[in-house]
Structure formats: structure tokens, C-alpha cells
């Protein structure tokens, strides 16, 4: 079975300061990786993926995850955050593109 | 570029009613998805299809059913509705199943059952 955890229910952080959301995942073979965001009343957008490769992955907006197999982990950085960050962070697992997602992060900026 | 459209955007039905949720995919996506996302949870895998036929099943209660036309739209029909059925319903596309590694989400379908 597939699953995914994030640890962190509410993050909240500065604008131009770092943040890091943490991701981990069980999954019974090489898994498919995503970072989606939803902010309030939107749908998901994907900000990045991983299939296979480099383990550092870049995505939109700033955002970059790496994939630790060792520790079935798959956290996601932006080195400084801007308002427009404030949003809800769901990694997810997939191979089958049946993907389930962790419960999910709020992030909040202070100004 | 075209994204994944889902009508209504919002509905408001009364326990026991039916409902229809229309997704209208990226144009050439073959594969439609379906997830529910309740008030403060993580979207759930419902169902999907590949040119037209039902590809996987997660968990759909028996009360729902979905089917893809030959245009590769889909539509959720909801019937008796729950209460706790009310939640934002997600379609998404992609390209042979998945094989681009991406799903497109569109902006979901509120229901509201009263």
C-alpha cells in the first residue's frame, strides 16, 4: 500500500525567510513524487515531480524537493518566501497515477 | 493554454437528491480522474478512465457512478445525497494514463448538500 505523511499541519513563516514542509512516503517500489499547492477555493497546481535521476528536482515558483531513498522522504524548499506563498502544500505518491495524498500543510506568512 | 474545466463550480442540493459533476479535460487527454476533497482533508482517488473505459477504482461509494464519452468528457452522477457527501470534487487529465507523469487539476466542484 501507498502513503504519504506530512508531519506539519500549520507552518508559519516570514516573507524572505526559508521554509522547508517535510514529506514522507511508503511506497512498495520506485515511487512517482509531486508537490501540488492549492490556495483557498483553487484547484492544484503542480509545482514539481520526480520520476528517476538527479535527486534534486526544480520546480515553478521557486520551489525545489529532494528525494532521500534512504529515508523515504521527499521534502520541499523555497529559500525565501514571498506573500503570494501562503497556500496549502500536498505531496503526493503515485506510480499508476492513482496518487494518494498526505494530509497536507498550511503555510502562513508574516509580514 | 486549455485546462481541465469542471461545471458547476458550485451546487447546493437537499439530502437525498441527485447531483451531476461535468469535467471537461485538456484537449487530447485520453485519461479523466476523479478525487474528493473533504472540508480539512486530503483528496481522495474516486475513480478513473482510459479512452472511455474505467481504469481504477478507489473509493467510490456505490451511490456514485461516472462514465467518459466518446468527446473524453466525464460526468459524476451523485445520487441520495449524504450529508457527508458535501465536498470539493476534483477532476483531473492526463495523457495515456499518466505516461507524462502529470496530472492536470481543474478548480473543482463545490457541492453543498443541506
Known amino acids: 500500500a501507498q502513503s504519504v505523511t506530512q508531519p506539519d499541519i500549520h507552518i508559519t513563516v516570514s516573507e524572505g525567510a526559508s521554509l522547508e514542509l517535510r514529506c514522507n512516503y511508503s511506497y512498495g517500489a520506485t515511487p512517482y513524487l509531486f508537490w501540488y499547492v492549492q490556495s483557498p477555493g483553487q484547484g492544484l497546481q503542480l509545482l514539481l515531480k520526480y520520476f528517476s535521476g538527479d535527486t534534486l528536482v526544480q520546480g515553478i515558483k521557486g520551489f525545489e524537493a529532494e528525494f532521500k531513498r534512504s529515508q523515504s522522504s521527499f521534502n520541499l524548499r523555497k529559500p525565501s518566501v514571498h506573500w503570494s506563498d501562503a497556500a496549502e502544500y500536498f505531496c503526493a505518491v503515485g506510480r499508476d497515477y492513482k496518487l494518494s495524498f498526505g494530509a497536507g500543510t498550511t503555510v502562513t506568512v508574516r509580514a | 493554454a486549455a485546462g481541465v474545466i469542471q461545471s458547476p463550480r458550485h451546487l447546493i442540493k437537499e439530502k437525498r437528491e441527485t447531483a451531476t459533476l461535468k469535467c471537461y479535460p485538456i484537449p487530447r487527454h485520453d485519461t479523466v480522474y476523479w478525487y474528493q476533497q473533504g472540508p480539512g482533508q486530503d483528496p481522495q482517488f474516486l475513480i478513473s478512465?482510459?479512452?472511455?473505459?474505467?481504469?481504477d477504482k478507489g473509493s467510490i461509494p456505490d451511490r456514485f457512478s461516472a462514465q467518459q464519452f466518446s468527446d473524453y468528457h466525464s460526468e459524476l452522477n451523485m445520487s441520495s445525497l449524504e450529508l457527508g457527501d458535501s465536498a470539493l470534487y476534483f477532476c483531473?487529465?492526463?495523457?495515456?494514463?499518466?505516461?507524462?507523469?502529470?496530472?492536470?487539476f481543474g478548480e473543482g466542484s463545490r457541492l453543498t448538500v443541506l
Open positions: 483531473a487529465s492526463s495523457l495515456q494514463q499518466g505516461a507524462t507523469g502529470e496530472l492536470f
Open positions: 478512465f482510459y479512452e472511455k473505459m474505467q481504469s
